[in-house]
């Protein structure tokens, strides 16, 4: 039964991403050509599903149908947003300045993330906005470290660089991994 349930909600997730990317394109005035879409979507989300649901399913298939952490996952998109561009103003504003003003490195940072896709998550925000790329996470006497090239290193404290790297990512990641 835990199989089935992980292929429906792997079914169900990769038909709306397939919504998503093709119905805009599907000629929105043809009834024929939207449902020709639609059947094909569910069949190549069931098929995707059923090869891949064991890989993304571990525990409870339905986690994301959780109106919390669904509304969590949502609320996070226009916060990851002005991230996004707060990290690409300040990088274009070093890259066109007549004196470029960075310090690269690599820090370790500490993050209270535990799970799997969590952590992943993490490390592709950090990694998606300029300045930062997440190079290793790693677990430490039950501690999750990731370690991180970043920019412009105003410090090596794993504590002040961890709150200023990860700074608004980690709460809302925790919020819909948790």
Request: hydrophobic letters at 50%; one cysteine or more; a neutral charge.
């Amino acid at each position: 039964m835990k199989k089935v349930g992980a292929v429906i909600s792997t079914t169900i997730f990769c038909f709306v991403f397939w919504l998503l990317y093709t119905l805009p394109f599907a000629g929105q005035y043809d009834f024929n050509k939207v449902m020709e879409e639609i059947i094909v979507g569910l069949i190549i989300s069931f098929i995707t599903a059923v090869f891949t649901a064991k890989f993304f399913i571990r525990e409870n298939a339905f986690w994301l149908f959780n109106p919390v952490k669904l509304f969590s996952l949502i609320a996070f998109v226009p916060i990851y947003i002005i991230e996004l561009f707060k990290a690409n103003m300040d990088v274009a504003i070093r890259a066109l300045s007549p004196k470029v003003k960075i310090n690269p490195g690599i820090v370790k940072i500490q993050t209270d993330v535990e799970s799997d896709y969590g952590l992943s998550m993490l490390a592709n925000c950090i990694t998606l906005t300029p300045g930062t790329i997440t190079m290793d996470v790693t677990e430490e006497n039950g501690q999750h470290y990731m370690y991180i090239h970043w920019i412009d290193v105003t410090s090596q404290d794993v504590k002040t660089a961890s709150d200023s790297i990860k700074g608004a990512f980690e709460p809302w990641v925790r919020r819909v991994f948790k």
